[in-house]
Each structure stands twice: as C-alpha cells, then as structure tokens.
C-alpha cells in the first residue's frame, strides 16, 4: 500500500511562504490516487484545507482559497502545498493522504507548521 511521507513544515513569520511536499513510495500507480492536504490544530479536529483529484479537479477550503495552492508531479510521485501570506491561524500539523476510492485511507505523519511573530 501506498506510503507518505510530508516535509517542508517549520516556523514562519505572519505574511511569510511555506512550500510542503508529500512523497509517495510502494505505489506504481500515484496518478490513480486522489491528494489532499489535512490540517489538525491542538484541540480541534482534522480538517480538509485542499485537494487534487487524479482527473485534475482541484479544490480549495474557504479559509485557504486565494492563499494556498497544491499541486502534483505524478513523475515524481510527489504532491506539494504552497502556503502564502501565512497567518497565525494556519498553525497546525499539517497531514497529506490518499485515496482510490470514497475515503482518505492513506495517511503521512504529519509535519507542523507554526506562524508567529
């Protein structure tokens, strides 16, 4: 089954860029795979912030849209987030995951990203 595993989380200032990356491994077939980008701040739950289908259908949670983008490279097996104009509620440890079919059943470890001044 397919693995994940994410990099590029860190501390930013307000207003700064992150780019975080999701390689995939024991897989032959990634661009079969829907992506997303999950976050999960202390005491709240895990969220959707965004997604790529394998048809190329993207999609953007409200309080993201106009300040993230995600992307893939299916040579690479890889799928990216770019975060701009980062806020301090964009704090979270930000999960990637895959699916084949209906539900999000692959998942990375996780990587925190903190946005303080």
């Known amino acids: 089954q397919v693995q994940l595993v994410e990099s590029g989380g860190g501390m930013v200032q307000p207003g700064g860029s992150l780019r975080l990356s999701c390689a995939a491994s024991?897989?032959?077939?990634?661009?079969?795979?829907?992506m997303g980008w999950y976050r999960q701040a202390p005491g709240k739950q895990r969220d959707l912030v965004a997604s790529i289908f394998k048809d190329g259908f993207i999609s953007y949670a409200g309080a993201v849209k106009g300040r993230f983008t995600i992307s893939r490279d299916n040579a690479k097996k890889t799928v990216y987030l770019q975060m701009n104009s980062l806020k301090p509620e964009d704090t979270a440890v930000y999960y990637c995951?895959?699916?084949?079919?209906?539900?999000?059943?692959?998942w990375g470890q996780g990587t925190q990203v903190t946005v303080s001044s």
């Open positions: 024991e897989t032959s077939d990634f661009s079969l795979y829907d």
């Open positions: 995951s895959a699916r084949r079919l209906a539900t999000w059943n692959y």
